[in-house]
């Protein structure tokens, strides 16, 4: 019939679940933190990163090989060194958990730490994507007048802020594994960096879920787009300038850093203290080199203050959890 | 007569985007409207005239001097910006002192003087005690349109003054505007309610596409358009009657019927012809009229016909 | 229809004056003070006056305090719990009295052990580690060999793993910290490196930057402008503005760390807080001046300065040459050196004073002067500014 009904009809089509609606929450902040050029650049700076620890692990497993060319290379510099990569490379194919399995896991324990503070300053420029712009135009009354409840927008914007450091902090450390021992001459090297992984997810997975929850605490503070970065920042900041001072008076006042607080739940999950003590142990040279390093710093790798770090969090979770509740609620 | 605002091939450009583009025009001292649709060059021209954009090109003088970086000449002009923005966190009082001791009033006349503005805008004094940011539409509405009032200007810019005002509203700040300028206040004001301005102001500016499509008074503008035929709205009880009668006289040009409203509208071909005959027509037609409304001497109808 | 009232017109008194330079600083005092201290923000503010000086409140302790104070090796009570735990999993019965002898033993030798441990001034790093481990082996062996007269074979060879983590377990602890502070110096590293060198100027920056941005962005900076006030001398008025309430509240806080010094009987706070407050006054200016400046360059102003302070502060200002003297931290470091008890604890390079002086003045008159010549010519409109 040439003449269709163009009045006002319900949808009588397909409706998405529950999940594809908490997707569309997520899809949409997530689209909307990239609209950034500088979060943008912070991305392909952390993929950067991840490249260059997969050359690194590349070099690395190059020096395992006899005759390859690095290891060709490197022997040519000098005599001594000829003598000292023979030894120590026909050791090190002796002994692969070591070689591979204690080395990657130091290796991603570092990048892991050191690499955390790129994503705390993604999640900072993400901050206002989150909830704070939804506090100012009052989009959360939009939200609640459709079929998605409080949690469901939550949970949305926590996917958000977990997918902005998948980009900037799981992506790279996975991808790095991945290609690093893809590039490796041996297929075993997938077995033997297994456990620095499974260390890594383990750590990345937890910390990420906690920087997520505590970014979208702060990201309903305030309405104001420049107000919550800027609290952000200034609680990292202080939190990393506090240390010194709280180390030498009131200990517990470490832990009122996030970023203290994630660094021992790593050294508790890469068991640093250990793979350190086992390098010191068996590799030739290196385990002198590790003798140099100073008791305060064993100490603490040594042991980490897990017990007051969980309870940091957790303080630290309790209230940003009070403030979603205070803060989010349509008007 | 003196001039108050002189442009002179007065363009201004943001990047590539043209704002107002190589416009001339003076506006003398009275009550002046500036219309245009949006993005027509109002709020640029204005913000020109109170010294806070430059010309990209051409100039621009108000009393004889450049606008820009100039405090004697800003001493004279008061302006209230378009948009709801205010400090949220100041009361009323302290905004206007603080703006009126900027302005050179004395520390001991300031309060005074404020009250006095404010009780002048109508903001009830109930409100006084509540800050900025928790006023309504209009009632911030008013307190800015004080605060172009505080120092006592002699030229006040007013960019949709109108705006969030209900209709009681309106009819304050255009009795206000008015007595301003029987005072001796010269009013530049642009909006969009053109039906307000057609009631207040004596001479228009009309801008579209950041040039000025005609300036002066309502009357010149219209007698300036040529083969503009007349148009009347006629309320009657037989319309049809009505129509078929001018017709048949041959003095339309067209016309529209709504019967059931009683009403028609009627376009004449020689508008001076008509009037002349037109006592008589209706005589001979028997219809009885309630009102007659010329719909072409209309701001509205002008400035439709000059932007199409 | 009710006619307003009419006003009086200042055209016909000739009140058409320009506004002098003092009343114009009173209209933009009075905005300035009157939004950033209202009753809603009352609260918070109090709290981020109080946080600071509570904390050097907690982390100084008081001189009673001070004289009790022991080295920490750890909880006997934990010690016997763990184990009593060690010998129920190796099923190894333990009797009431030997658990009560146990732990009589580890609480005496634990305490003695605490109470005779000396710091000793003017002992190097290396030596202390040394006598502290010598001090912890002694408590060590001398529990075992007390232990060992009330404990069985199997209780005692468990105990001596137990005995053994915990050793390890306090040596490792106690080492953390290998040159441990006085009483009062917590106290000065509050005050000078937290509060002086990152609290103060973050402040002055984040209050003095967005001076000119927040006003375009909430679109309320064409109400100043077009006031009959140059626009050199709107900017000039507002920081001037602006930096009298930083002081006012800056002011504040330092007073409330210094009564939080005086609670905890820091000595020598009475020539100290002259110069605090002397040095205080110049530094508020030149960071609020440098704020203002990067405000007016960029919108990220706070990301700007952490730059200058990465660059200029941290790096040109540490490195001796003829540059360094952009560094507005040397210059404070010199003036603060004047303190016997600051010069003492931080040894400082040290300048001349009236180049510092010199330097602390030039500096807000440079920042201010390219910020007042960038306002003055460039316009800023909202619309642009909403896009950046």
């Known amino acids: 019939m040439p003449l269709h009904d163009a009045h006002y009809q319900h949808w009588g089509g397909a409706h998405t679940g529950i999940w594809g609606r908490r997707w569309v929450i997520a899809q949409n902040g997530l689209s909307a933190c990239l609209r950034s050029k500088l979060l943008r650049y912070v991305v392909l700076v952390s993929w950067v990163g991840g490249l260059l620890m997969a050359a690194f692990l590349f070099f690395l497993g190059q020096l395992l090989v006899p005759d390859s060319n690095m290891t060709r290379w490197v022997m040519q510099i000098s005599p001594d060194i000829r003598a000292f990569v023979r030894m120590f490379t026909s050791w090190l194919q002796d002994h692969p958990e070591v070689s591979v399995g204690t080395t990657q896991n130091v290796l991603f324990y570092y990048y892991g730490v050191y690499s955390m503070p790129l994503s705390i300053i993604a999640l900072g420029m993400a901050l206002p994507a989150l909830i704070t712009r939804d506090l100012a135009s009052n989009a959360i009354l939009i939200y609640s007048s459709k079929a998605v409840t409080r949690g469901d927008y939550l949970l949305g914007k926590f996917c958000t802020a977990f997918g902005v450091m998948t980009l900037t902090w799981l992506g790279p450390l996975c991808g790095a594994w991945f290609v690093g021992n893809l590039l490796a001459p041996d297929w075993t090297f997938f077995w033997h960096a297994r456990i620095a992984l499974i260390h890594v997810l383990i750590f990345g997975l937890s910390s990420m879920a906690v920087l997520s929850l505590l970014a979208l605490g702060v990201s309903a503070v305030s309405s104001r787009e420049k107000s919550t970065p800027a609290l952000w920042f200034t609680w990292w900041v202080l939190g990393l300038a506090i240390q010194p001072i709280a180390l030498h008076t009131l200990q517990w006042l470490r832990h009122l850093s996030f970023g203290y607080n994630l660094k021992q739940i790593a050294l508790a999950v890469f068991h640093l203290g250990r793979e350190l003590q086992t390098a010191q142990d068996s590799i030739p040279i290196l385990g002198q080199l590790l003798r140099q390093v100073p008791p305060a710093t064993r100490a603490a790798l040594d042991h980490p203050l897990l017990g007051g770090a969980v309870m940091g969090l957790a303080v630290m979770l309790l209230t940003a959890a009070l403030i979603v509740n205070k803060r989010v609620v349509p008007e | 007569m003196t001039v108050l605002i002189r442009a002179q091939e007065l363009s201004r450009w943001y990047g590539i985007v043209m704002g107002l583009n190589n416009v001339t025009f003076q506006i003398e001292p009275g009550l002046t409207g500036l219309v245009g649709p949006n993005g027509a060059g109002k709020s640029t021209l204005i913000q020109i005239i109170t010294g806070q954009l430059k010309p990209s090109s051409g100039q621009l003088t108000v009393f004889g001097l450049a606008p820009w970086n100039n405090p004697p000449l800003l001493r004279r002009i008061g302006y209230c910006p378009e948009g709801e923005a205010v400090p949220k966190e100041l009361r009323p009082l302290e905004w206007l002192e603080g703006l009126g001791l900027m302005s050179g009033l004395r520390a001991d006349e300031v309060k005074g003087r404020a009250e006095a503005i404010l009780d002048k805008v109508k903001l009830p004094r109930e409100h006084w005690g509540k800050r900025l940011g928790q006023y309504s539409k209009g009632m911030k509405q008013r307190v800015k349109l004080g605060q172009g009032l505080l120092h006592d200007p002699e030229l006040l810019v007013l960019d949709e003054p109108m705006n969030g005002l209900d209709p009681m509203g309106r009819q304050e700040v255009a009795q206000t505007l008015k007595e301003l300028s029987a005072g001796g206040v010269s009013i530049l004001i642009s909006s969009h309610i053109l039906a307000e301005l057609e009631a207040l102001c004596n001479n228009i500016l009309l801008l579209n596409w950041g040039r000025i499509l005609a300036s002066g008074s309502q009357k010149e503008i219209r007698s300036d358009i040529k083969n503009w035929p007349e148009e009347l709205e006629i309320e009657c009880d037989a319309p049809e009657k009505l129509a078929r009668h001018l017709f048949a006289a041959g003095v339309l040009a067209g016309f529209d019927l709504s019967p059931e409203e009683g009403l028609l509208r009627i376009r004449v071909k020689d508008a001076a012809s008509f009037y002349e005959q037109w006592t008589a027509l209706l005589l001979e037609s028997g219809a009885m009229v309630h009102a007659i409304r010329s719909r072409s001497r209309s701001l509205q109808n002008i400035y439709d016909k000059v932007t199409t | 229809m009710n006619e307003s009232p009419p006003i009086s017109s200042f055209r016909a008194t000739g009140t058409h004056a320009r506004p002098g330079l003092a009343g114009a600083f009173r209209g933009l005092w009075l905005l300035t003070w009157r939004s950033q201290l209202t009753l809603r923000q009352l609260p918070v503010r109090l709290a981020t006056l109080l946080v600071l000086p509570l904390l050097v409140y907690m982390t100084v302790r008081s001189t009673d305090k001070w004289a009790l104070r022991r080295v920490d090796l750890g909880k006997s009570s934990e010690e016997l719990i763990n184990f009593l735990q060690r010998l129920k999993r190796e099923r190894i019965p333990a009797t009431v009295q030997t658990s009560k002898a146990l732990g009589d033993i580890l609480d005496h030798e634990t305490q003695q052990s605490e109470l005779t441990w000396q710091e000793w001034t003017s002992e190097s790093p290396e030596a202390r580690l040394q006598r502290l481990k010598d001090h912890v082996a002694n408590w060590d062996s001398r529990i075992l060999s007390r232990a060992k007269a009330v404990l069985d074979d199997r209780e005692f060879a468990e105990f001596q793993v137990v005995q053994q983590r915990h050793r390890d377990h306090v040596l490792l602890k106690l080492t953390e910290v290998s040159v441990p502070w006085s009483r009062t110096e917590p106290f000065y590293h509050w005050l000078i490196n937290f509060y002086f060198f990152l609290i103060l100027p973050l402040t002055c920056v984040r209050g003095c930057g967005p001076l000119i941005r927040d006003e375009l962005q909430a679109d309320t900076l064409g109400f100043l402008i077009t006031r009959p006030v140059s626009r050199a001398r709107l900017l000039m008025l507002k920081y001037a503005s602006q930096v009298a309430w930083l002081e006012i509240l800056l002011l504040l806080e330092t007073l409330l760390l210094f009564a939080a010094g005086a609670a905890r009987e820091v000595p020598a706070l009475g020539t100290l807080l ?81 180049t510092a002086v010199g330097a602390l003045l030039v500096a807000p008159v440079i920042f201010l002067g390219i910020a007042t010549l960038l306002f003055s010519v460039i316009e800023y409109h909202h619309a642009a500014e909403m896009q950046k």
């Open chain 3, 274 to 354: 002259p110069l605090v407050l002397g040095v205080q006054m110049l530094a508020v200016p030149a960071w609020s001046a440098l704020g203002l400046f990067l405000g007016q360059v960029t919108t990220r102003y706070m990301a700007a300065a952490l730059l200058y302070g990465a660059i200029v502060e941290m790096g040109i200002g540490r490195i001796p040459t003829n540059i360094n003297i952009l560094s507005i931290v040397r210059h404070l470091q010199t003036l603060l050196s004047q303190n016997a008890a600051v010069y003492a604890l931080y040894a400082w390079p040290s300048g001349k004073v009236a």
